[in-house]
């Protein structure tokens, strides 16, 4: 099982299925995640459909912007799976909840 530290970018991204990582590069991957310093899960479901559990989370982070510290409330939607017999997050897709 891996576990990801507070700026462990590396081990994130190698969760990623391999359509998800060909969508995006590392370093844009990395890029979108220097300015967070925290996450608190706030809600979380998941459900199997098959092969595969579609995971829904609410997650509040807490980002660094130009003016300080501010706290964003974000919708996530996860399927994952098994890819090449190692446990991947295939798909993903998230909204700020405003």
Do not use: C
Not at 10 to 17: K, R
Not at 30 to 39: A, E, I, Q, W
Request: hydrophobic share 30%.
């Amino acid at each position: 099982m891996k576990n990801i530290n507070y700026g462990d970018y590396v081990t994130a991204y190698s969760l990623l299925g391999s359509s998800w990582k060909s969508k995006i590069s590392y370093e844009k991957f990395r890029n979108g995640y220097l300015d967070t310093l925290s996450v608190t899960v706030d809600d979380m479901n998941a459900r199997q459909q098959g092969d595969t559990v579609s995971v829904t989370a609410v997650i509040t982070a807490e980002e660094r912007k130009n003016d300080g510290i501010s706290y964003a409330k974000y919708k996530l939607n996860y399927e994952i799976g098994y890819e090449n017999d190692e446990l991947k997050i295939l798909t993903g897709k998230g909204e700020e909840i405003k």
